[in-house]
């Protein structure tokens, strides 16, 4: 049964994006999108550096996909995070092999294939937050209606040629998931491996925006946007890293609190210390 507040939040939800398409304009896909900097062809293989680029998300997401069900090597307790991080690293292991298939021939029809994907990703990735920081049984039933979002917002743009929801798919993430880490309570520990794919993935976008700058630097090695695949692909690195390392958290405190208390114990020790070698001199030229 759907709560009264849940309700409520995705109704909110739902009339902020609604106010949201009113009053921006449409934002079409720009044709010079698909003009990368890198086009090189190595070994038969057009575009090759954007191309090979991505099997870090394929091999990643697969090899992390035996570890989350064979053995249950990451201790996954509860049925909606096998849920969700298996739609993860799925999502994860298809942009490897979609996105490659678009770089090979870079157009809107092949895009498709490159962005489906991460969606997935995207929203599942929202879903398994809400269940460990807010409430496992409502993060749980959210994973297939985020999913359908991020795949409606896909199609939108398809046939609208409109990118305002997926932007919204694509960048409320990237806003909500480092806010919840440091606000929220976590219910395991290594919370700041959060931080760090966050910051992974702030890095790709912007060596995507400056993927030509970035091939001109390079004396024309390497282009930003081979490099945004690399750095991206850290994202589900640094989470699998966290999976291996994390335990229960007694204590259920957000990262906020921990840095505030570290700060205040930082702040004593240095005082005390001040206060130490202020007494030392007193009794020194006291003794003088």
Known sequence: MISKR???IWGISILCFVVL???TPTYPQ????HNFADQRTFLGIPNMLNVVSNFP???VG?????????GNYFRLSLQGELWGWTCFFVGVAAVGIGSSYYHLKPNDATLVWDRLPMTVAFTSIVAIFIIERVDEKKGTISIIPL???GIISILYWRFFDDLRPYGVVQFVPLIAIPAMAILMPPMYTHSTYWLWAAGFYLLAK???QEDKVIYGWTHHIVSGHTLKHLCAAMVPVFLALMLAKREIEPQ???LLTTWRISYRRVKESRLNGERQEYNYTEVRTTES
């Open 206 to 208: 912007v060596e995507e």
């Open 147 to 149: 999913m359908m979002v």
């Open 57 to 59: 998300f394929l091999i």
């Open 252 to 254: 259920r405190q957000s």
């Open 21 to 23: 398409m009113i009053v």
């Open 62 to 70: 697969l090899i992390v996909l035996v570890l989350c069900h064979h």
């Open 6 to 8: 849940s309700i409520y």
């Open 30 to 33: 720009d044709e010079d999108y």
